[in-house]
């Protein structure tokens, strides 16, 4: 199971982006799902991840101006970034637990990342 996120680029401080991450493989279904960014000298940090169901959890440095959201038939998460604010600048990851099968036909259950996306924001 691969992630693949894009929709990343240069905005001014106010604008807006949205942040595409797309899983694609055989035989699997994505559970929880989440974004996560890193900024330049900076650890990884959550931003937020949905359910499968559609339950979501926000950082409080993103709540009331960023949203994530899901396609479950297109296997894919959202995250709408409102009011962006130059601290916002970061490479934006996404990542989902998946549950598929091997080459023996087991089950497995792993998380995946995606190859992240860069967000710059301009003051």
């Known amino acids: 199971v691969q992630l693949q996120a894009f929709g990343g680029g240069l905005v001014q401080a106010g604008g807006s982006l949205r942040l595409s991450c797309v899983a694609s493989?055989?035989?699997?279904?994505?559970?929880?799902m989440g974004w996560y960014r890193q900024a330049p000298g900076k650890q990884r940090e959550l931003v937020a991840t949905?359910?499968?169901?559609?339950?979501?959890n926000y950082a409080d440095s993103v709540k009331g101006r960023f949203t994530i959201s899901r396609d479950n038939a297109k296997n894919t998460m959202y995250l709408q970034m409102n009011s962006l604010k130059p601290e916002d600048t970061a490479v934006y990851l996404c990542?989902?637990?998946?549950?598929?099968?091997?080459?023996?036909?087991?089950?497995?259950?792993?998380?995946?990342w995606g190859q992240g996306t860069q967000v710059t924001v301009s003051s």
């Open positions: 493989g055989i035989r699997f279904r994505i559970n929880d």
């Open positions: 990542n989902g637990d998946y549950y598929s099968y091997n080459s023996e036909d087991a089950p497995v259950v792993g998380r995946t």
């Open positions: 949905i359910t499968s169901g559609g339950s979501t």
